[in-house]
T-cell receptor, first 116, second 115 residues
């Protein structure tokens, strides 16, 4: 069965420093992986997605993630944090649903705090 | 831009009441989803619909039902609300091709409190 584990429930960084949000996945086949972001009182927004093309995926707002099959990881990074990056981030894997449809499996989330 | 709207941002109901949460999408997506979001648990799928009048149970369907009479509208029904259904409810929609879903677009959520 497919699953994702977000290794940190909370991450705190200073503005202008790098961001690293860690995600490990478990999948019996080549997975499709996403990162979503949720700002306070807002719905989820897709940051980026990996679907077996390039292993380094660039997303919106300067975020990127690298798919590493050998480490079963899909960590999210950003070189320089901005105050507006403070939000909750979800790592997501697609799995097969009944009837052959896909469904999303969400990690528990990582809350990112950015300090001045 | 894809737009998914939910009928209420905040809702307070009493135990035992019947509750309707409405979701509308404007992109002609085939698939629609209802999730609940609880701290430390991420999002959990309640129900899924891949076509009008079609529905599939998700991971936590107990205590909920759904209705999809029109392609753009997907309703979540709590037949008799209970306090353990206090949560944030998120609706999503996605395009589908040959049964494969693509990324989901989410509404802003409804924070439901059952007292």
């Amino acid at each position: 069965a497919q699953s994702v584990t977000q290794l940190d429930s909370h991450v705190s960084v200073s503005e202008g420093t790098p961001v690293l949000l860690r995600c490990n996945y478990s999948s019996s086949y080549s997975p499709s992986l996403f990162w979503y972001v949720q700002h306070p009182n807002k719905g989820l927004q897709l940051l980026l997605k990996y679907t077996s093309a390039a292993t380094l995926v660039k997303g919106i707002n300067g975020f990127e993630a690298e798919f590493k099959k050998s480490e079963t990881s899909f960590h999210l990074t950003k070189p320089s944090a901005h105050m507006s990056d403070a939000a909750e981030y979800f790592c997501v894997v697609i799995t097969m649903f009944s009837g052959g449809y896909n469904k999303l499996i969400f990690g528990a989330g990582t809350r990112l705090a950015v300090h001045p | 831009d894809v737009k998914v709207t939910q009928s209420s941002r905040y809702l307070v109901k009493r135990t035992g009441e019947k509750v309707f949460l409405e979701c509308v999408q404007d992109m002609d997506h085939e698939n629609m989803f209802w999730y609940r979001q609880d701290p430390g648990l991420g999002l959990r799928l309640i129900y899924f619909s891949y076509d009008v009048k079609m529905k599939e149970k998700g991971d936590i369907p107990e205590g909920y039902s759904v209705s999809r009479e029109k392609k753009e509208r997907f309703s979540l029904i709590l037949e008799s609300a209970s306090t353990n259904q206090t949560s944030m409810y998120l609706c999503a929609s996605s395009f589908s091709l040959a049964g494969l879903s693509y990324e989901q677009y989410f509404g802003p959520g409804t924070r439901l409190t059952v007292t």
